[in-house]
């Protein structure tokens, strides 16, 4: 409690005038504290893992830099720290082996997830879907790369309905908090 009281003081001189912080749920001792200091849950995040999925064409690769700007415009929510724009610009230029792929309807984008392989591993870094059947083909295609995990997906969008569809574990809630200096 001393601890967070120090950084926000020291937030608050240096010109801060927001906190954010993540908490996962099972941590009700930290929970509790951070509530008392006057933090507020803002939304909750869950942390998703699927296995290796047999179906690489459940959407197809698209560009890159389409993927990009189709999220962009179309989340329904700001990405968690962890998968910002400047995350995903930082992995690229540090070379991480970036992909994305798409889902159409008449040549139009209806989704696409950006997700980073790494060994025999996937993981989403962004993904934005009109609906929960779109993410599913979305996460599949993601998920012929290998076992894929997907973090920090805001509870309730299509994203997070998807995973638990296609029988996803869920490894961790968290609770996004917010504390106005």
Same mark, same amino acid.
């Given at each position: #409690?001393?601890?967070?009281?120090?950084?926000?003081?020291?937030?608050?001189?240096?010109?801060?005038?927001?906190?954010?912080?993540?908490?996962?749920?099972?941590?009700?001792?930290?929970?509790? /504290?951070?509530?008392?200091? &006057?933090?507020?849950?803002?939304?909750?995040?869950?942390?998703?893992?699927?296995?290796?999925?047999?179906?690489?064409?459940?959407?197809?690769?698209?560009?890159?830099? #389409?993927? #990009?700007?189709?999220?962009? +415009?179309?989340?329904?929510?700001?990405?968690?720290?962890?998968?910002?724009?400047?995350?995903?610009? #930082?992995?690229?230029?540090? &070379?991480?082996?970036?992909?994305?792929? &798409?889902?159409?309807?008449?040549?139009?984008?209806?989704?696409?997830?950006?997700? +980073?392989?790494? &060994?025999?591993?996937?993981?989403?870094?962004?993904?934005?879907?009109?609906?929960? +059947?779109?993410?599913?083909?979305?996460? $599949?295609?993601?998920? $012929? +790369?290998?076992?894929?995990?997907?973090?920090? /997906?805001?509870?309730?969008?299509?994203?997070?309905?998807?995973?638990?569809?296609?029988?996803?574990?869920?490894?961790?809630?968290?609770?996004?908090?917010?504390? /106005?200096?």
């Amino acid at each position: #409690r001393e601890v967070m009281r120090a950084a926000m003081a020291t937030a608050h001189s240096r010109g801060c005038r927001t906190i954010w912080l993540e908490v996962i749920d099972a941590n009700r001792a930290a929970l509790s /504290v951070y509530e008392q200091l &006057g933090f507020e849950t803002t939304r909750d995040l869950l942390v998703w893992r699927l296995p290796r999925s047999a179906d690489p064409a459940a959407a197809g690769v698209v560009d890159l830099g #389409r993927a #990009r700007s189709w999220i962009a +415009a179309h989340r329904a929510h700001p990405e968690p720290w962890q998968r910002a724009d400047a995350v995903l610009a #930082r992995l690229e230029r540090e &070379g991480e082996d970036l992909r994305a792929v &798409g889902s159409d309807h008449d040549g139009e984008l209806v989704g696409a997830t950006i997700y +980073a392989v790494t &060994g025999d591993s996937a993981r989403v870094l962004q993904i934005a879907a009109l609906d929960e +059947a779109i993410a599913i083909s979305l996460l $599949s295609s993601a998920a $012929s +790369a290998g076992p894929l995990s997907v973090g920090n /997906v805001p509870a309730g969008e299509p994203a997070s309905q998807a995973m638990e569809s296609l029988g996803g574990e869920l490894v961790a809630r968290q609770h996004e908090m917010r504390f /106005v200096l």
